[in-house]
């Protein structure tokens, strides 16, 4: 499962992680070095009680072991005392290195650290060994290493806190402008988009606002004039189809007034024209009431799907001409309060569109209630045939736009022999 994580929140758990990170190192560095320099002030110690105990005093014996200034000084290392040689495993074995070992666990303080030194001198070597209680160290030392591990640890708190205070100030001077960005971005509308934009403190925002503003701009100038043109196509179209509808409509009176009759060949030109003519209009009146911004609904009255599904059926069967294609419809009569002009130009391009493809095959029609169905299948793919007259279909695209805009249900899967097309129109009724 992918988590999705806010950028302020990766920011601040970036800052807080990388900042604790250093915090830590540096507070394990400080504490190092300070114990580090505690052992260097006993093996000082210790080096200096051998020396000064030597140069006023006779040399050591082989067996001798002598306490001196705190450190316990002998040349063997069987001499020293039982305690320092059970708790060392031996003898330190190079000369100036201190060694040493407690009886503490993780996160204890001790009770009693043991220290262990060689030192090689002009004829002799000496081993040295003390032992830090908490009764033999001085208040004085207690308390000088109390103060520098609070002194430490102070610190450390001190700038985890800063750490945090900056970390949170900064993420609110960036996340403040951003949000301001995010919430100006939304309010944009094509009424407020000509208007400056606001100022959001940093330079990089202020430019990322201009560039949205820029392209919002330039799509909005776009929509305008595809919406303008496709007014204007309309409306202009309006007047030629028009004068063809008239024209086809006079010379049927025309013709019905003089008792006269077309050919057979002239009579199909004069079919073809007028349904053309009839689907450019139905077009032209979709298409200009799409362009609408309003919500205004199309003009609806109660149709039977069943018989407006056989007159379109008939109107295109003249596409299956000369082709093998068996047509296969199944409808039961359903009366519904629809847009006749709506319907009339989606499930004519459908059809049309699965007489058109259709060369060898089947197309099967099925209606019930207010779902249908229209499927093709090709059964051979073999012919190199291309429809001699296309028509003016809507396109899958702008069927899928008409439909949703009607709150049709519209389905289209393709398949490797032809399409299967499920369109309801009236989902809410049919759940």
């Known amino acids: 499962m992918k988590v999705n994580i806010t950028l302020k929140r990766l920011i601040t758990v970036s800052f807080l992680a990388f900042g604790g990170t250093i915090v830590l190192g540096y507070s394990l560095l400080s504490a190092h070095l300070f114990f580090r320099g505690m052992d260097n002030i006993v093996t000082g110690g210790m080096e200096n009680a051998a020396l000064t105990y030597l140069a006023s005093n006779q040399p050591l014996a082989e067996d001798e072991l002598v306490n001196f200034r ?23 074995l190079q000369s100036g290195t201190l060694v040493k070992q ?6 204890e303080r001790p009770d009693k650290v043991y220290f262990a030194l060689k030192v090689d001198l002009a004829d002799q070597s000496v081993y040295i060994s003390r ?3 908490r009764e033999n160290v ?6 000088n290493m109390a103060d520098s591990m609070r002194l430490l640890l102070g610190v450390s708190a001190l700038i985890a806190v800063s750490l945090m205070l900056i970390t949170w100030g900064l993420m609110r001077s960036i996340s403040a402008p951003v ?5 100006w971005t939304q309010s944009l509308t094509p009424e407020n988009l000509s208007q400056p934009a606001p100022d959001f403190m940093y330079p990089e925002l202020n430019e990322m606002a201009k560039l949205i503003q820029n392209s919002l701009s330039s799509v909005q100038r776009s929509l305008d004039r595809e919406h303008r043109f496709l007014r204007y196509t309309s409306h202009e179209l309006r007047t030629p189809i ?10 049927y009176k025309v013709l019905q007034q ?5 050919n057979p060949m002239q009579q199909d030109i004069a079919d073809r024209i007028d349904r053309a003519s009839l689907t450019m209009q139905h077009l032209t009146e979709t298409l200009l ?8 609904k199309l003009p609806e009255s109660n149709v039977d799907i069943a018989q407006l599904l056989f007159e379109i059926t008939e109107e295109l069967r003249y596409l299956l001409r000369d082709k093998t294609v068996e047509l296969v419809m199944q409808t039961h009569p359903y009366t519904c309060a629809i847009s006749v002009v709506a319907a009339k130009i989606v499930l004519g391009n459908l059809i049309r569109n699965a007489f058109q493809h259709t060369w060898e095959g089947q197309v099967i029609i099925n209606q019930q209630g207010s779902r249908i169905s229209i499927i093709n299948r090709q059964y051979s793919n073999d012919m190199d045939v291309s429809p001699t007259e296309l028509g003016f279909g809507l396109g899958l695209q702008l069927t899928a736009q008409l439909t949703d805009k009607l709150g049709w249900s519209y389905q289209n899967i393709a398949n490797d022999n032809g399409h299967d097309v499920i369109i309801d129109l009236q989902p809410e009724q049919s759940d």
């Open 179 to 183: 949000g301001r960005l995010h919430s």
């Open 70 to 92: 705190g450190s316990q000084l002998s040349r063997q290392w069987d001499a020293q005392p039982l305690e320092i040689r059970q708790v060392f495993n031996g003898p330190p």
């Open 258 to 262: 003089t008792a006269s009759t077309l």
């Open 131 to 133: 032992v830090l209680s």
């Open 138 to 143: 001085s208040s004085l030392m207690s308390r």
């Open 289 to 296: 009431w799409l362009s609408r911004e309003d919500n205004e």
């Open 102 to 107: 407690d009886d503490s666990h993780w996160l």
């Open 242 to 251: 028009s004068v063809i509808r008239n024209n086809i409509e006079l010379q």
